[in-house]
């Protein structure tokens, strides 16, 4: 898969659906709760992903695509391994989680599975949260 093209806030709103979902999809109100933004402005960003094929409404609730699954997947995989990089060098967590949000959305798929392959394959980032290597 190439390039994610996703924007920072877009990044945020494809987390917040997928984290939101343990129970059943997430409706709009929540999704904006979980952002911190109003609805009219999370209705503008779920749009956006829905023009590029990530999102989709069904019955009221926000879903993944299968694609935006992949990119969330991607999303993940490059956090926990750019947070697993930066700890190793001494960053405290915090900090190393909130370095990498900045990029991980950026980073090819490729490149990001590459990262995780040098780090030794870890299963498991800093947090304990597991991480699972994406087919490129
Ligand atoms: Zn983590």
């Known amino acids: 898969m190439k390039n994610l093209q996703v ?3 877009e990044r945020e709103c494809i987390v917040a659906i997928e984290e939101l979902k343990s129970n059943f999809p997430p409706r709009l109100s929540q999704v904006a709760v979980k952002l911190g933004i109003k609805p009219p402005t999370a209705f503008v960003l779920v ?5 590029k094929g990530l999102v989709e409404e069904a019955k ?7 694609r935006g699954k992949e990119v969330y997947k ?7 391994s750019l947070e697993t990089l930066l700890c190793r060098a001494g960053i405290p967590l915090e900090c190393a989680c909130k370095e990498a949000e900045k990029i991980d959305y950026l980073i ?5 599975k590459k990262l995780w392959q040098y780090l030794g394959k870890p299963k498991n980032c800093p947090h304990g949260r597991p991480v699972i290597p994406v087919s490129v």
């Open 108 to 112: 090819e798929p490729a490149y990001a």
């Open 74 to 80: 991607n999303i993940i995989l490059a956090h926990r």
């Open 60 to 66: 009221g609730s926000i879903i993944l695509t299968s």
């Open 7 to 9: 924007t920072g806030k």
């Open 47 to 51: 749009r956006q992903l829905e023009k």
